[in-house]
């Protein structure tokens, strides 16, 4: 299905019937094209629509065009405002440009010099929806560069990304906090249709309830207390491109019904404001929770998670990729001894085996600030076992006190902390470990081969 045209507005102020004529059959074919006689009918206009260009005759009937200029401008800061003015003076188009005016033009005007104003308008009105949403982009914490990973589970990943990103299906990417949801996410847009077109993310966790609706939405001025211009929410921010909500599962439930509501008619109203909105975007959610046991608590809306898990997509969490786990620790040491500008270029054989049998709770997230710590304080070209941070160097992959571990069990556990240390200490040499151990060598590699630990790579190479 073909994405609706959204055509841009002009608003023509003009106190001459046949001027307004005249400008509509010049642009209506580009733009919709609405019209006011006077001051008063212009301001209401802006309040009640989306308007992208207004062209503002200056003398109009009770109320100067500079005047309209000021208060149109208070009510949308981005409007943009081209005055037309039967007399050229210096010190109006001063007056004019600190108010805010984009450009004037002088009557009688040619056809060419008012497409050429409006168009040149028309595309700074763009370049500002353009450099609010990328300052919204910076705002947010950096997230991964790439997608990393090669294991079955990730491939299968990467085969759902291919086949839903050419389509507008919504989609629900479900996973632990910190596999990489909102990569995924950035994916799908980055291989669709929309590539070219804004990507906006929202957390929905992190921003406070009452500020939630607005934030997606948008509010009209003097919607409440301190709002004192209008403001575009995520959704109309996003129009063309793809929105983003992250932690959908913490979304007030009171807020559910209007979330469905512009899923399903791909239209929104602002805080305050009474006038439906059309909207394009395509709608990609996130969350961690379970979405079906907050529906039985009544917390979640089950006809919104239907509407959501469309095309669902399992994020698998870093304990079920452990075969991933060199290839992520390569490509973070790559950008963290970038960044810190240090000849870090690899791990210990110890230090890359103790990563790769942590249970990494905090999954992609954690790996990658557990390498950000050691690349910041590393003093060497390769990262040692002691230069992990000392919880994570001392945390077993079980716990010795979990409920239902054996003695043998736990006895393994310590183990194979105790031969990682000593073959980090000995730098992978097995036969000075043994000595460190106090074991025979082919006892080490027996020891080794019970425990699942494979023989230790030369210093250097670990990480490749």
């Known amino acids: 299905m073909a994405r609706p045209e959204v055509r841009p507005v002009v608003l023509i102020v003009d106190d001459e019937p046949s001027v307004r004529a005249s400008v509509k059959v010049i642009l209506e074919r580009e733009c919709e094209v609405l019209e006011a006689e006077d001051g008063p009918a212009a301001i209401e206009t802006v309040k009640s629509r ?110 759902l990304i291919r086949q839903v990103a050419a389509t507008s299906a919504t989609v629900l990417i479900t996973g632990e906090s910190g596999t990489g949801k909102e990569l995924i996410a950035r994916a799908i847009h980055r291989q669709g249709p929309r590539r070219d077109r804004p990507f906006v993310a929202v957390n929905c966790g992190a921003l406070p309830p009452e500020l939630m609706e607005s934030e997606l939405f948008g509010h009209e001025r003097g919607a409440f207390t301190g709002a004192h211009a209008r403001k575009l929410g995520k959704f109309e921010v996003a129009h063309s491109g793809s929105l983003f909500l992250d932690e959908i599962g913490a979304l007030r439930l009171d807020l559910q019904p209007k979330l469905l509501r512009a899923l399903q008619e791909r239209e929104i109203e602002r805080v305050g404001g009474g006038r439906g909105i059309q909207v394009d975007v395509r709608f990609i959610a996130a969350t961690n929770r379970d979405l079906r046991r907050a529906i039985a608590a009544g917390e979640f809306r089950e006809d919104l998670f239907y509407r959501l898990n ?140 019970q425990l699942g630990l494979r023989p230790t790579e030369p210093p250097g190479s670990a990480a490749r």
């Open 50 to 159: 989306d308007v992208d260009v207004c062209l503002l005759d200056v003398r109009l009937p009770g109320m100067e065009g500079i005047e309209v200029l000021e208060r149109v401008k208070r009510l949308d800061g981005g409007l943009e405002v081209v005055l037309v003015t039967a007399v050229r003076t210096v010190r109006t188009a001063v007056e004019a440009m600190k108010l805010g005016a984009y450009d004037y033009l002088t009557k009688p005007f040619a056809v060419e010099d008012l497409r050429g104003v409006v168009g040149r308008a028309l595309e700074r009105r763009a370049l500002q929806r353009e450099v609010r949403y990328l300052r919204d982009e910076l705002a947010r914490h950096e997230g991964f560069d790439q997608l990393v990973g090669r294991s079955a589970a990730m491939r299968r990943v990467y085969e």
């Open 310 to 449: 469309v095309v669902p997509i399992a994020v698998p969490p870093l304990r079920e990729r452990r075969e991933d786990i060199p290839l992520l620790v390569e490509h973070f040491l790559a950008k963290y001894a970038k960044r810190f500008a240090k000849p870090v270029s690899g791990l210990s054989a110890g230090a890359l085996g103790l990563l790769e049998e942590y249970p990494w709770p905090g999954n992609v997230r954690e790996l990658e600030n557990i390498i950000e710590r050691s690349v910041a304080l590393a003093t060497a070209e390769e990262i040692q076992l002691a230069d992990l941070p000392l919880d994570l160097a001392l945390a077993p992959t079980r716990s010795v006190w979990d409920d239902g571990l054996s003695l043998r069990e736990a006895r393994q556990e310590l183990e194979r902390q105790l031969i990682l240390r000593a073959l980090d200490r000995a730098d992978g040499n097995q036969t000075v470990a043994a000595r460190f151990l106090g074991l025979h060598r082919n006892t080490l590699l027996a020891k080794m081969a």
